[in-house]
């Protein structure tokens, strides 16, 4: 039988310690790596999303000044309707039917990043609570928008371009949207299309239902501005852009 004395304790701790140690670090690596993991997902969520806040950003401040032209163009062509408009010419008029016609897309106000962390469930992916209650709230602003943005089309396409298309000239209304620096902004070129006997979209102006069209327009764009109160949107989506390159920061 062994002697009690001649066991190496001494190599055994040592290795019983080196054994511990291996499994210790064997965790902390695993550890350390999904951490890694978790933080490379979050950076990525969070890059995408500020890409898209950021272009939201840019698209707001062009629908706001859009709106505002288009608020100006219905109300002018109203007053026209019931005075006297000799004030405006036929391109003047034309100019004004272009503005009436454009419309902001829905589609520009869908946000995949932001259906995935709110919609999704990946909140949990995202380290500051603060920032999540900040989405959170900039998602409910932005389905408002685009509801409205959907009513805003549905008039445009279904009431209002109909009828300019049975009462007016859409080939010579083209000319006046090519004319409109601020509208083409498409790489596409629209053909030039010589207008031979164009047509006096005045006489528009005498139609109850064109005048009740016009009255709609306004409305819309009234509520646009007043109902989603578009500036603070801005606000919220700077907000939120700036707690996002604050999280990319760290």
Do not use: C
């Not at 102006?205 to 578009?230: C, G, K, W, Y």
């Amino acid at each position: 039988m062994a002697n009690y004395r001649d066991i190496p304790w001494l190599r055994i701790a040592a290795e019983s310690i080196a054994i511990v140690a291996s499994i210790l670090l064997a965790f902390s690596i695993d550890a350390w790596w999904e951490s890694r993991q978790e933080r490379d997902r979050e950076v990525l969520l969070l890059e995408t999303l500020l890409a898209d806040l950021k272009e939201k950003r840019e698209f707001l401040d062009r629908a706001i000044g859009r709106n505002e032209a288009k608020l100006r163009s219905a109300t002018t062509l109203l007053r026209a309707a019931t005075s006297d408009s000799a004030d405006l010419d036929d391109q003047d008029i034309d100019q004004l039917l272009v503005d009436l016609l454009w419309y902001e897309p829905k589609v520009l106000w869908d946000s995949a990043p932001m259906n995935s962390i709110v919609l999704g469930g990946n909140d949990a992916a995202i380290q500051s609570v603060e920032l999540v209650k900040t989405l959170s709230g900039l998602f409910v602003s932005i389905s408002r928008i685009r509801g409205d943005a959907e009513t805003e089309e549905r008039f445009v396409l279904n009431a209002l371009n109909p009828f300019i298309s049975r009462h007016g000239n859409n080939a010579q209304l083209s000319m006046a949207y090519v004319a409109d620096s601020e509208l083409t902004q498409s790489e596409y070129e629209f053909p030039v299309i010589s207008i031979d006997n164009p047509s006096n979209h005045r006489n528009l102006l005498n139609s109850l239902e064109f005048q009740n069209l016009l009255a709609n327009r306004i409305e819309h764009s009234l509520s646009f501005d007043r109902t989603l109160q578009t500036r603070k949107l801005r606000e919220q989506l700077s907000d939120a852009i700036g707690q996002l390159e604050s999280e990319l920061a760290h």
